[in-house]
Protein backbone atom coordinates (compact mmCIF):
# COMPACT_ATOMS: atom_id res chain seq x y z
CA UNK A 1 0.00 0.00 0.00
CA UNK A 2 1.42 3.43 -1.04
CA UNK A 3 1.29 5.96 1.67
CA UNK A 4 1.41 9.67 0.45
CA UNK A 5 3.25 12.95 2.61
CA UNK A 6 2.62 15.91 1.63
CA UNK A 7 5.04 18.86 2.67
CA UNK A 8 6.02 22.46 1.81
CA UNK A 9 2.97 23.96 3.40
CA UNK A 10 3.01 27.19 5.37
CA UNK A 11 1.82 30.73 5.99
CA UNK A 12 2.69 33.21 2.71
CA UNK A 13 1.69 36.59 1.59
CA UNK A 14 -0.51 37.05 -1.66
CA UNK A 15 1.62 36.86 -4.29
CA UNK A 16 4.37 34.89 -3.20
CA UNK A 17 4.91 31.39 -3.74
CA UNK A 18 4.94 27.60 -2.59
CA UNK A 19 6.22 24.41 -3.83
CA UNK A 20 4.37 21.65 -2.39
CA UNK A 21 6.24 18.00 -2.07
CA UNK A 22 4.20 14.77 -1.67
CA UNK A 23 6.48 11.62 -0.87
CA UNK A 24 4.94 8.19 -1.51
CA UNK A 25 6.51 5.74 0.49
CA UNK A 26 5.38 1.53 0.78
CA UNK A 27 5.71 1.42 -3.24
CA UNK A 28 6.70 2.97 -6.12
CA UNK A 29 4.56 6.02 -8.29
CA UNK A 30 6.37 5.05 -11.23
CA UNK A 31 3.82 4.14 -13.90
CA UNK A 32 0.99 5.95 -11.45
CA UNK A 33 -1.02 9.05 -12.27
CA UNK A 34 -0.99 11.74 -9.81
CA UNK A 35 -2.99 14.47 -8.55
CA UNK A 36 -3.30 17.23 -6.18
CA UNK A 37 -6.25 18.32 -4.44
CA UNK A 38 -7.50 21.04 -2.15
CA UNK A 39 -10.25 21.62 0.22
CA UNK A 40 -10.67 25.27 1.57
CA UNK A 41 -12.61 25.94 5.17
CA UNK A 42 -16.62 25.57 4.82
CA UNK A 43 -16.16 23.96 1.07
CA UNK A 44 -15.87 20.38 -0.65
CA UNK A 45 -12.60 19.48 -1.48
CA UNK A 46 -11.71 20.15 -4.92
CA UNK A 47 -9.21 19.51 -8.18
CA UNK A 48 -6.06 21.48 -8.73
CA UNK A 49 -4.54 19.50 -10.97
CA UNK A 50 -2.63 16.10 -12.14
CA UNK A 51 -0.06 14.48 -14.02
CA UNK A 52 0.28 11.28 -15.94
CA UNK A 53 2.96 8.48 -15.72
CA UNK A 54 5.16 10.43 -18.41
CA UNK A 55 4.58 13.73 -17.07
CA UNK A 56 3.70 14.65 -20.79
CA UNK A 57 -0.39 15.10 -19.91
CA UNK A 58 -0.51 17.64 -17.13
CA UNK A 59 -4.51 19.05 -16.04
CA UNK A 60 -5.07 22.02 -14.01
CA UNK A 61 -8.21 23.82 -12.79
CA UNK A 62 -8.85 27.11 -13.71
CA UNK A 63 -8.20 29.28 -11.32
CA UNK A 64 -4.85 27.93 -11.11
CA UNK A 65 -3.53 27.52 -14.72
CA UNK A 66 -1.03 29.74 -15.69
CA UNK A 67 0.31 30.20 -12.12
CA UNK A 68 0.86 26.63 -11.62
CA UNK A 69 3.14 23.50 -12.43
CA UNK A 70 2.83 20.25 -11.69
CA UNK A 71 6.20 17.42 -12.13
CA UNK A 72 6.99 14.49 -10.95
CA UNK A 73 10.84 13.09 -10.36
CA UNK A 74 10.05 9.00 -10.26
CA UNK A 75 13.48 8.56 -8.90
CA UNK A 76 12.73 10.51 -5.70
CA UNK A 77 9.16 8.66 -5.38
CA UNK A 78 8.17 12.39 -5.42
CA UNK A 79 5.62 14.63 -7.04
CA UNK A 80 5.26 18.28 -6.63
CA UNK A 81 3.28 21.11 -6.50
CA UNK A 82 4.32 24.78 -7.68
CA UNK A 83 1.85 27.63 -7.40
CA UNK A 84 2.82 31.30 -8.09
CA UNK A 85 1.05 34.26 -7.41
CA UNK A 86 -0.67 32.83 -4.36
CA UNK A 87 -3.52 34.56 -3.27
CA UNK A 88 -6.31 34.53 -0.54
CA UNK A 89 -8.05 32.18 -2.11
CA UNK A 90 -5.75 29.78 -2.60
CA UNK A 91 -6.07 29.02 0.90
CA UNK A 92 -6.90 25.39 1.68
CA UNK A 93 -5.37 21.91 2.81
CA UNK A 94 -3.75 20.43 -0.39
CA UNK A 95 -3.71 16.76 -0.61
CA UNK A 96 -1.76 14.46 -2.91
CA UNK A 97 -3.16 11.39 -4.34
CA UNK A 98 -2.47 8.58 -6.37
CA UNK A 99 -4.35 7.26 -9.14
CA UNK A 100 -6.10 4.07 -10.07
CA UNK A 101 -4.33 4.14 -13.15
CA UNK A 102 -1.17 5.68 -15.40
CA UNK A 103 -3.25 8.64 -16.88
CA UNK A 104 -3.94 12.21 -15.76
CA UNK A 105 -7.31 12.37 -14.44
CA UNK A 106 -9.76 15.46 -12.60
CA UNK A 107 -12.05 12.90 -10.53
CA UNK A 108 -11.28 12.10 -7.41
CA UNK A 109 -13.02 8.48 -7.36
CA UNK A 110 -9.84 8.00 -9.79
CA UNK A 111 -7.60 8.00 -7.44
CA UNK A 112 -6.87 5.51 -4.72
CA UNK A 113 -4.46 6.68 -1.89
CA UNK A 114 -4.40 10.10 -0.46
CA UNK A 115 -2.14 11.86 1.71
CA UNK A 116 -2.81 13.38 4.94
CA UNK A 117 -2.54 16.69 3.11
CA UNK A 118 -0.76 20.38 4.25
CA UNK A 119 -2.30 23.43 5.11
CA UNK A 120 -1.35 26.26 2.51
CA UNK A 121 -2.50 29.90 4.26
CA UNK A 122 -2.37 33.11 2.10
CA UNK A 123 -2.45 36.35 3.80
CA UNK A 124 -3.84 39.26 2.20
Known amino acids: QVQLAESGGGLVQAGGSLRLSCAAS????????MGWFRQAPGKEREFVGS????????FYVDSVKGRSTISRDDAKNTVYLQINSLKPEDTAVYYC?????????????????WGQGTQVIVSA
Open 97 to 113: AAGRGSYSSRPQTDYRY
Open 26 to 33: GGRISGIG
Open 51 to 58: INWTGTSI
